[in-house]
């Protein structure tokens, strides 16, 4: 019919709940809160800053960019490669408002974004997108749904589409065997660097939060 080219949405994903939504926003900033006093932050500062001296507000550093969720497929109204077969995958109808649990197993902090990783079950799986590692170089061979994430803020000028970029970095960069620098252990896990403004910490509790499988027209 004639509204039928109408219908596809900005993207689908996972929308995180409340009360744990907010509850991730309190641990996100208290982790970049933390980071920026730690020394080790401190003598990797010009990967943030070009001045000499100066010092990064993380907190300030980085905008949030709308709800909190998780991108399975960007359609941009249908003028992606595959929204049209996504919108029509079984799974994806079958699921379409459905409310299941996302479990965050790391944050992430590049000069660009900051990021939290997801562990996707079997079940979310389903969702994924075949290709969504492949177009970072290095990224292609990283398992399925390597790259889903909860974006938690970007840098000025930075559009959120980044985020997901930065995580296949850090595990391109892991898969390629470089460990990374175990800088800290903190309360919420281990902090490692891995160059280049690029910092994970690894979770020792996953944050597990309900999330609505939903899409967003704007
Ligand atoms: O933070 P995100 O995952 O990154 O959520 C937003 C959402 O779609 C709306 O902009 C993501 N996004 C934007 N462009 C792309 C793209 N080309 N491929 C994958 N995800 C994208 C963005």
């Known amino acids: 019919g004639q509204l039928e080219g109408t219908s596809l949405p900005l993207f689908f994903g996972w929308f995180l709940l409340s009360p744990a939504k907010e509850k991730i926003c309190c641990t996100s900033m208290d ?42 497929k960007f359609c941009n109204y249908g003028k992606e490669d595959g929204a049209k077969e996504y919108a029509q995958n079984p799974a994806v109808r079958e699921f379409y408002g459905s409310v299941s649990e996302l479990s965050l197993s790391a944050l992430f902090v590049t000069p660009r974004t900051v990021g939290a990783s997801v562990a996707l079950t079997e079940e979310q799986l389903l969702l994924w997108p075949a290709d969504a590692e492949k177009e970072v170089e290095g990224a292609s061979s990283l398992p399925l749904g390597s790259r889903a994430h909860v ?3 970007c840098a000025e000028g930075v559009e959120p589409v980044q ?4 995580l296949l970095e850090i595990l391109a960069v892991q ?25 994970l910490l690894s979770l020792r509790e996953p944050i597990r939060t309900p999330a609505c499988f939903s899409s967003v027209y704007g």
């Open 175 to 199: 898969q390629g065997g470089q460990k990374g620098e175990l800088v800290e252990e903190m309360e919420l896990g281990s902090l490692s660097y891995y160059g280049e403004g690029r910092w």
């Open 31 to 72: 982790f970049l809160k933390t980071l920026d006093t730690l020394e080790a932050f401190k003598k990797h500062l010009n990967d943030f800053t070009q001045e000499a001296d100066k010092e990064v507000d993380l907190e300030q550093y980085f905008k949030s960019k709308g709800p909190l969720h998780c991108t399975t």
């Open 151 to 153: 974006t938690l803020g």
């Open 163 to 166: 985020t997901g970029l930065d």
